[in-house]
T-cell receptor, first 114, second 115 residues
Framework: AQSVTQLGSHVSVSEGALVLLRCNYS??????LFWYVQYPNQGLQLLLK??????LVKGINGFEAEFKKSETSFHLTKPSAHMSDAAEYFC????????????FGDGTTLTVKP | KAGVTQTPRYLIKTRGQQVTLSCSPI?????VSWYQQTPGQGLQFLFE???????NKGNFPGRFSGRQFSNSRSEMNVSTLELGDSALYLC??????????????FGPGTRLTVL
């Protein structure tokens, strides 16, 4: 069984500030971990994924995440927030060898203040 | 390469009716997964089809069913609609094969409103 917990349903940062969105996972097998972003009335867009090739994963739009097995965490960061980053972010885990059945966290809404 | 498409984008139904949603995956993808997204329950996995067979199933009642055709297009059906079925239904496609290359790509969703 696998699960993810996203800490903080709402995060607010100022434009240009560091973005940190937290995700902890639980998986009985080596996990595949994902971060997605969802803009209003749209589907999910993949930001990045961890597949055990490297613990620091770089994604699109300047986002990156670090896999820490000892802390069972996969936090998402971006050095400098932009207004266009305002959206809802989801962490997901897939314990299978394929991504067909993913378990999602509850989501974190990121607000960026000017 | 065209992305995942879902039709229709919006639907309004009344309680007791049934509804069919359609999803066309990315060309070459053989796996199609369906998710229900609601404000209260978040994103919940419904089922996954791979090569016309249901491979994974979530914890939804039998009113929710699906199928996949030989061209990998998938349909999802909900019978005897309830108010609680109002949600955004998302479809995602992937290659369906094991390994690090497998990634889900999501469609824009179908917004179902049950009155």
């Amino acid at each position: 069984a696998q699960s993810v917990t996203q800490l903080g349903s709402h995060v607010s940062v100022s434009e240009g500030a560091l973005v940190l969105l937290r995700c902890n996972y639980s998986s009985s097998v080596p996990p595949y971990l994902f971060w997605y972003v969802q803009y209003p009335n749209q589907g999910l867009q993949l930001l990045l994924k961890y597949t055990s090739a490297a613990t620091l994963v770089k994604g699109i739009n300047g986002f990156e995440a670090e896999f820490k097995k000892s802390e069972t965490s996969f936090h998402l960061t971006k050095p400098s927030a932009h207004m266009s980053d305002a959206a809802e972010y989801f962490c997901a885990v897939s314990g299978n060898t394929n991504a067909g059945k993913s378990t999602f966290g509850d989501g974190t809404t990121l607000t960026v203040k000017p | 390469k065209a992305g995942v498409t879902q039709t229709p984008r919006y639907l309004i139904k009344t309680r007791g009716q049934q509804v069919t949603l359609s999803c066309s995956p990315i060309s070459g993808h053989r796996s199609v997964s369906w998710y229900q997204q609601t404000p209260g329950q978040g994103l919940q996995f419904l089922f996954e089809y791979f090569s016309e067979t249901q491979r994974n199933k979530g914890n939804f009642p039998g009113r929710f069913s699906g199928r996949q055709f030989s061209n990998s297009r998938s349909e999802m059906n909900v019978s005897t609609l309830e108010l609680g079925d109002s949600a955004l239904y998302l479809c995602a496609s992937s290659t369906g094969t094991s390994g690090i290359t497998d990634t889900q790509y999501f469609g824009p969703g179908t917004r179902l409103t049950v009155l």
